[in-house]
């Protein structure tokens, strides 16, 4: 049977929370999928950038602006090993400038998704999908696009009743 995985880019440091700037010491992205590696029989695959971006959100936000409109594809760190071997890949990340984080675009275009099925799980301030699921759909052409999950990321942290309703949906609950 293939296996699952959870491939996820998360970002802690300021963030827009409740309204405002605050801090997070672990991003919403992050909480999600550690939330969903407890429900689901999976690997975790964190998506990590070799240039780091900065704690300071406004700085954050200009790169990720930047990167977007040159459409720039970060390096990763490392790559997931026997890609091969999982069928199902949970993709979870946060919404940056309409769509998904530049890496998250590096990331899928590193591997053929051919056959496998792809659940997009987006973490966000208020925009939800916006533009990531036409964006997962061209860059994965081949691939299964499940319905995906938005989690407003004010609400990570009590996120557990949809996230296992997600999951029990998807077939994929332990």
Not at 13 to 29: A, C, M, R, S
Not at 154 to 172: C, N, P, Q, R, Y
């Amino acid at each position: 049977m293939a296996k699952v995985l959870i491939a996820y880019f998360s970002h802690a440091g300021q963030n827009y929370t409740h309204g405002g700037i605050g801090y997070l010491e672990v991003g919403n992205t992050e909480v999600v999928a550690k939330k969903l590696h407890k429900l689901v029989d999976s690997n975790l695959f964190y998506i990590d950038t070799v240039k780091k971006y900065p704690d300071d959100h406004m700085k954050k936000i200009d790169i990720a602006k930047k990167e977007f409109e040159e459409n720039v594809r970060p390096a990763l760190t490392a790559k997931v090993e026997n890609m091969e071997e999982y069928g199902t890949i949970i993709l979870a990340f946060p919404n940056w400038w309409t769509t998904m984080p530049m890496a998250l675009f590096t990331f899928l275009e590193s591997y053929d998704f051919s056959g496998k099925t792809i659940c997009p799980l987006i973490t966000h301030g208020g925009s939800g999908f916006s533009d990531s699921l036409k964006d997962i759909a061209r860059l994965c052409p081949g691939a299964v696009i499940k319905e995906g999950l938005a989690i407003h990321g004010d609400d990570a942290g009590k996120s557990d009743k949809a996230l296992e309703k997600w999951v029990k949906k998807l077939g994929i609950l332990l």
